[in-house]
Each structure stands twice: as structure tokens, then as C-alpha cells.
């Protein structure tokens, strides 16, 4: 990845003449690519479509050259005024334009008439946008990269005038829900030419690192971009102090989470972009974070590109039908075959599916390439393309593994934009945890959590449970809070169409975060296999004795459910404890009476289980669901096939791909420590202000 230093000096040597005549060469192949499919798809939609007729051949050869220029044009003009019309100004434009410049090039061309009202122009636009991504998808060879060999060309066009960084940068591309195994023996396979290429090539190597409890996103992110994973003891959990759930992927919730963990010097702190993330690391650059809930800016010439190219948003909305009967498919596919275990595939996780797995990819692809251009120091972005599909479909399950494969394309890509650019950066591939598989505790038992509490508690009330069924409604809700906070005409309109007046969005499951009355008594919140049981009308952490004198059977009644692993509460004598059926492990002096209720679940359980009983807002009872002895299967307290959260599984087996230069010591336990590593190496490369003596790791020479 990194270039030699002539290749990145200030000074830049004129390109032989037989390089620029290659130039010329690729720019003229992608010129006839482009009219070819532009002919085709021509020629496709006249035979289809009445509304639309020539007087014969040549209009339509004239027509495909028009349609090239006008395209071309109200791309310029819409880069041109995207500072007055702001972003979602050019997200709408840059789907109307799409519509006007059919209906120019059919109007200019005297050879081509329309038939109809206004309707006919935009039947015939979307007619030929489905035709055009059903043409480059062939094109392809099946694959859903066109949109990537646009951006490519685009950056050969502006390699040339681009100026050199004087420092090596760091680009982090994060694949949400990766676990070491299953990307060990994907390599294994042949099935990731690119990932696996580099890795079989020894230009990079794999290492695991142990992700700890809790094993979600927010944790590892908060742990990997500013080193506060001690801050967020699940994925949702409940406070005490407020009487308010607290979901992590929730913009106002994301943004108070920051203010309390932020140092001000996280990962993207000296000139680093955070995109499609959680937390922003403290860039000052956030592009579809969470924490910030804003879009790009109206200058982000890879959010122009995307929303006016016709291969890009146009294109992305057709595909994102073809996802969705794709996935209505996959899942008859499963019923038919009885596979199991399996969920509910459907509502409204099938739309999150082709948002996550056409528009976003193809979106990051561009914020991205943006960014390389520019020559910014470090970028991070987070691709929930698997993680979304393996929640419901399963980890190693066919239509999980293929997205898999569109992400090691997109690598690949990204890898030859960096070489066609004069400067240099290094490529980090880490994910932020696994998955692990499971029928479901409702499945396995026939009632939630939340029930069996209720059978073991004395109290007037049921427990509130919060739970949820999809962690990719975050990055939706954002962009509509986003939206609905601008004071203009579009905030207005999708105010009222949301029926919303706090400017918050929250679509997606009611069901992660209910209404708490504050007379509730006990509230069960889940994340995964993992579940926080709260004493609510008890102040401050409620220790094992005192709940064993108010719920005598809650405890008991917890440790022994076979579909219970073990229980960690407070004692007043001894610490945390973990609870078995059969045994009980003082997690502080590590002394064990009977079986050890740890001992399924890996040498680093009791650490882990350490560690997290003594975060902030941690639940009076933490309950980790079983682990099947010969499968390694989880119960999620959530109806997720796939799952993480808790402990048990590939869960916690995270992925670190770093170039193999860079010399690691012992693997990284804890996300907080991959984030001293990821420091470390950027202090190598000379992009901190602040360098520290000694560094994490050392580099060969």
C-alpha cells in the first residue's frame, strides 16, 4: 500500500508521454463502455415502452450523445450551486436531474417523440435507470460494482492534478460483525482473492483480538476511536439517575455517550475523517455518524458525485428492489428448506437490508475516495453490510457470505484508487466483533426473559423489556434527524411527513426503548445473549444479599434455567460473583465452589466478566444466556439468529488485518487496547501532534 518516498514528494516529475498515451487509452475504453451500455439500454427501452419512439436508427445514436453531454452538464451545475442548495438540496436534484436530462435529450433530438402527459418522461427515466443497472450488473459479471468503476475513472481523470500528502496516511475500513474464524476459513476458501490475496502474499497479516464484554459495536468503537469502551456496558441499557433507557445507535443518546467518554484526543483527532460510525473519534470531519447525526457537507464532492451520477443514487434505488425481492427469496428459501435455526425475516429490517447494502456501501465508497483525494491523514468507515444480513439470516449462511464477497471487491477497489493516487496510505482492516448462531431463548423456551423474571419476582408490576431487532436503523434515523433539524422548507416538510416536533427521528422497532413510568420495579434490557436485569425502585447497585431478602427466588430460579449460563451480581462479602446451576466463580479472587459456570466460555470469561460488572449504569443482575457444548450455539434474548453482545461463540473473536510491517506483541485484549496499537501506528507514520514516547509497536525494518 505505502509508496516508495519518491513517489510521495512535493515535487512531482512530468509523466512520460506512453503513460499519458495509456491515460488516453483508458479514457477512451471508458467512454465506449459507457456508450455501448448507454445503446443498449437505448435500444431496450424503445422496444419496451410505447410513451417513447424514433424515426429510426440515427436518433438513437444521437440520443446516447446527448444524454452523455446533458449528464455531464447538470453534474457541473449541481456541483456548482450544492453550497446554495445544501446536501439534501443535491440529494433531491440529484435525482430530479436524472429525469430532466432524458427529458432535454428526447426534446433536442428531433428524431425522438414522446407519447403521453408529463408521466411519460419519468415512466421512460426509471424504465431506462432499471435497464441501465440491470446492464452493468451483466456487465459485471453479476456483481454490483459499477458504481465503483465510475468512481475509478473519476479519480484517473483528477490523479494528475492532485498534490502529493507529505505523510503516509492510514485508511481503517471496519467490517461490522467479522469474526478471526469465519474470515480464516473464507481465506481458507479462496473466496476473498483480494483480503486473502494480501494475506496469502504476506502483505498483510490476520491477527485476532479478544473483544471482551460487552462484544458490540458501540463498545468497540467507543474503545477503538477514543478508548472509553468503559462507558457503555451494552448495546441499550437502563439509568437509574433518569429513569431513561439508553440506546446507543439513537442520535441524542449517541451524542451524550460522546460528551462523557470524548477526551478530545481520540483515534481521528489530527485531521481524521469519521465515516458511517457510531462516534466520531474526535474528527472534526463526520460524515452519517451517529453521535453527530449530520450529512456530509454541501462541499463533499464524494456526496455530489454519488447523488447526481446515474450511476449512483438513481441506480442505487432500483437496486434497492432488486434487494429486497432478493432477500424476500432468500428467506422462502430458508422456510422451504426447514433450515434451522432461523427467524422472522422480514418488516422493516428487509428496507434497512438494501439501504445498508446498496445505497450506504456505494455512498462510503465515495465519502471515502473523497477523502483519499484530498489526502486526508486517517479515515475510518464502518460497512454493516454483513452484519445486518447475518443477524437474520445467520453468520455463515450463503446470502451473509456473499456480502462478504461485494466488501472484499470494494477493498480491492479502494486498494487500486490508493495507487493511482501520487500519495501514499496504508490499509488496517479490522472488525469490531463476531456473530454467534442460535435458535432463540423465545424459540427454545417458548417465553422471553422478561416473563421467566416476572414468574421468579414479588412485585405489582411485569418488567419492562427493552430489546430490538435491528441495529441498522442508526444510521437512517440519523440522516432524517439531521434533516428535520434544519430550519428550511425540506426540514419543514419531512417534520410534518414524520410527524415529528423534537427534530428526533425513531423508526425502526418500538420495542427498544418503552416507556419507563417511574413507579416501574424491575426492567430487563437486552443485547444479544447478554440481558441487564434493573431493580429500578432500588437506588444506586442493589448487591446480591439485599435482592436475595426482596426476590428470594429471582436468583436461584435465573442460575438453574437451562437456558441460562451463569448470572454476575454484586455480593456484599466477595465482589462480583458468577452463578451457575451447579457452581458459583468469585470473579475478584478467582476461587471456585463446585463447577465452574465460566469454564464454556474461554480462559478471558472471568476478566471480561471483571471488568464489565464494574462499568457505570451495569444492571443489578447481568445474565449470559447458555452455550451449546458441541455447536457453540447462543440463546439471544433478542429474535436474532446471529447475534453478539454478551459472551459465548465467535462473538468475541474480533479481526485485526494490518500490513505485517508493523510488528504486533501479544494480541490485543479489550478494544481499548487496540486503540494504544492503531495510536501507535500513526505515530509511526508522523500524523500525531502529540507523540508519545515509546510507542505501542515498532515497525521492521
Known sequence: MAKPPEQVS??????????????????????????????????????????????????????????????????????GIAVLIGSIGVLVGGLLSQFAVV?????????VDLHGGVEAPVLVSIVMSSISAFVGWVAYAGSDDAYVAEVMRVVHR???????????????????????PLLNWMVLAGNLPNLGGWIRDGDHSLQTWHTGVPATTPASQAGILHGGSLHIPAFRWYEKETGRVMVTNRARDAAEIEKRMSTGRG?????????SNNWSGDAEKCELVFSRAALPTSRSRGYIRFFSSPQGAARGLILCVAEVIKELHQARRQRVRHLVPRVKRGGGYIFVRAITNVLLRDLNVSLITDELVKGTPVIYCDFVDYDEVAHHAGPTRAESLQTLEGLDRVLGALRRIIEILPHSYEIVVLSDHGQSQGSTFLQRYGRTLAEVVDDLVDTTKEPVQAVGKSEGWGQVNAFLTELTMRRSVAGSVTRKALHVKTGEVELGPKDCEPPIAPDEQMVVTASGNLAL?????????????????????????????????????????????????????????????????????????????????????????????RLDEYTHEVAAFEELVGCHGGIGGWQTEAVLVHPSRWVLGEPPVGSDAVHEVLIGWLENLGQRKDQREPVESKVEA
Open 10 to 79: 512535493k515535487t512531482r516529475r512530468r509523466r512520460p508521454v506512453w503513460l499519458d498515451l495509456r491515460r488516453t487509452g483508458r479514457g477512451l475504453g471508458a467512454m465506449l463502455y459507457g456508450g455501448l451500455a448507454s445503446l443498449i439500454t437505448l435500444t431496450i427501452t424503445f422496444w419496451l415502452l410505447p410513451q417513447i419512439s424514433s424515426d429510426g436508427r440515427l436518433p438513437i445514436f444521437r440520443l446516447v450523445v446527448l444524454l452523455a453531454v446533458f449528464s455531464v452538464l447538470m453534474r457541473w451545475i449541481l456541483a
Open 103 to 111: 427529458y432535454l435529450g428526447i426534446t433536442v433530438d428531433p428524431g
Open 158 to 180: 483528477r490523479a494528475r492534478r492532485i498534490q502529493p500528502a507529505p505523510k503516509t496516511g492510514m485508511l481503517i475500513v471496519q467490517i461490522d460483525g467479522l469474526s478471526a
Open 267 to 275: 483515534l481521528l483527532a489530527d485531521g481524521g475523517v469519521s465515516i
Open 533 to 625: 436485569i434493573y431493580l429500578a425502585t432500588t437506588p444506586g447497585r442493589v448487591p446480591l444479599e439485599e435482592i436475595e431478602l426482596l426476590h428470594p427466588k429471582l436468583i436461584p430460579g435465573l442460575a438453574t434455567h437451562p437456558g441460562i449460563g451463569f448470572v454476575v451480581v454484586d455480593s456484599l462479602a466477595e465482589g462480583p460473583v458468577a452463578i451457575g446451576a451447579a457452581g458459583v466463580h468469585v470473579l475478584r479472587s478467582g476461587r471456585v465452589e463446585g463447577a465452574d459456570p465460566l469454564t464454556p466460555y474461554g480462559e478471558l470469561a472471568a476478566a471480561s466478566m471483571l471488568r464489565q460488572a464494574g462499568m457505570p449504569h451495569n444492571g443489578d443482575l447481568v445474565v449470559v444466556s
